[in-house]
């Protein structure tokens, strides 16, 4: 029975792999020579896998879970989960929804590639999956990334060539768990957006900063108005005004690109073929911040 074709895995499934060839994982063969084979496709006894405790996300949209599951019902299961071996049976290292759809659906086996990975490499993958699906909040993302620096001494440029995300981004996203812890679950929650939570890092008085998170989850107000709010956009008079008015698209881009980059407001004036670039800070960690994402350009 080695080389037998796996049954009940929907069309889609034998569409993407054409013809190769799927071992259930309680026959001897595939699942006690895999050490000495290296990776595989397997069919997989779904109580054999367990969840990764390092798992990104630890939030499960249950709603989507079970259109994943109707899905898994109607076409099978088209994409394989990864995994890597456990002390018994697998660990999942990519796909615990698509694990967790397939258990609702009442799934006994799903096919997953079994891949040799060290605990680090295991990290990296799942961060990765998850991010570029964007399936992370962007707390669970920023602890995440924080986890890669701190559990496995990785620099931010080196994960940020991991995960292909720039070094401002990762910066800016660890910065993330600067927020108070009510504020943080607010972001969990869903109640505030990455941009409420980046506006809110900014203000260096923490009532106030509850305050701006509390009226901004309860009168749903945007990311603009917190920004106002947090300071980041002061409220500007007529000439203020006029001037903002007079600038060109061109220096808009700039300023906002900058302001992206930097995770600030950047103001850009020019007289004529001089200027100034003007980047705002809001404490002493953010002066030092900026100062670091400074030295890092330098090569």
Known sequence: MAGTKAKGLGKGLEALFGDVEIKTSGMAESAGEYGQRGAGLLLIDINEIKPNAAQPSRRFDEEKIDELANSINAHGLIQPVV????????????????????????????????????????????????IQREDLNPIEEAEALEQMTARFGLTQEEVSKSVGKSRPYITNAIRLLKLPEEIRQMVLEGRLSNGHARALINVADGRRQRAIADKAASEGLSVRKVEALAGEEAPVGRGAAKKEAGKSLEIQDVEQELKELLGTKVTLSRDGKKGKIQIDYYSRDELERLIELIRTLKG
């Open 83 to 130: 995994v890597k071996k456990a002390e018994q049976g697998f660990e999942l290292v990519a796909g615990e929804r698509r694990w967790r759809a397939a258990r609702k659906a009442g799934l006994k086996e799903i096919p997953g590639v079994v891949k040799e990975l060290t605990e680090e490499q295991a990290m990296l993958l799942s961060v990765i999956e998850n």
